[in-house]
């Protein structure tokens, strides 16, 4: 995981060089994302880019990395920049994590909290936010889309219209069973995954009424693609709208913002906002 991580941390996208102000338009402003804070903790923040013209709406990125506190939103910074330069408002944050005083519910609290943070920032449009998360911040994304329905979530001024999910941990049981991230699940839980865990757990949620997209690369040896193609399976049995496309690579391919893979979800990300 380092050695390819290493490499997604280094793809920054490259200015663009007129040869002459003649023969070529002027290089785009760089968009420089704006820190927010959403609490007094120094991981509850969360970096907004907004695109340069009209926005179609929210994207809220969660990073992965199993929860834990090694792991930072510097993940998510590459597709925020896409996403921006693609007419979307990108919304990076960060969480605390099991480390540093995340873990449940405290991780759920704060995703809870940044999404709520959209609702009191200047001319953002609450009316169309999806979530967009890799790994545990799949997980993260999908339970998002469902999270009104429990206690200490209830009022929810933003509620997320779509999510999409980037070789996410979707069944925590499933996760904990198969020992992912070398006992992830029960750190981040506090205890082995059970039944008793609905709250926390997206398949256990299964049906939610807002579209559920996943993507999976076929050779992911870190985050089975049968956590995302299980979780669909479940969701459509039970009448959601939910779907899986698994496309070559590993577990790094979908957040490789030069992959065919990222392309794909910018599309995924147009049909889930109605465009």
Request: aromatic share 6%; with cysteine; proline share 5%.
């Amino acid at each position: 995981m380092p050695t390819r991580r290493g490499v997604l941390l280094g793809l920054v996208a490259l200015p663009l060089v007129a040869c002459s102000q003649q023969s070529q338009p002027a290089p785009e402003k760089e968009r420089k994302p704006v820190r927010l804070a959403y609490g007094d903790d120094a991981s509850q923040f969360g970096e907004l880019t907004r695109p340069s013209g009209p926005s179609k709406g929210v994207v809220v990125v969660i990073h992965g990395g199993f929860w834990k506190a090694e792991y930072d939103l510097e993940l998510g910074r590459p597709l925020a920049r896409s996403l921006a330069e693609q007419g979307w408002t990108a919304w990076n944050i960060e969480y605390r994590r099991v480390g540093i005083g995340g873990g449940a519910p405290s991780t759920f609290d704060d995703v809870h909290a940044a999404i709520e943070q959209l609702a009191t920032v200047d001319d953002v449009d609450t009316s169309r936010v999806l979530t967009l998360g890799h790994s545990a911040g799949g997980h993260l994304a999908v339970w998002a889309a469902g999270r009104q329905r429990y206690a200490g979530w209830q009022e929810s001024r933003v509620r997320v219209t779509g999510a999409l999910s980037q070789a996410g941990v979707l069944d925590l049981v499933a996760a904990d069973r198969d020992d992912l991230g070398s006992g992830a699940v029960p750190a981040l839980l506090g205890h082995a995954a059970t039944a008793e865990d609905a709250r926390y757990d997206p398949r256990q949620q299964v049906p939610l009424d807002v579209p559920v997209r996943c993507i999976h690369g076929r050779a992911d040896d870190i985050v089975p693609p049968s956590q995302s193609s299980d979780y669909v399976a479940a969701a459509t049995a039970a009448g959601a709208d939910a779907a899986v496309e698994q496309v070559d690579g590993d577990h790094f391919v979908v957040i490789d913002v030069e992959s065919a893979a990222w392309t794909r979800q910018l599309e995924l990300l147009d049909e889930l906002s109605g465009r």
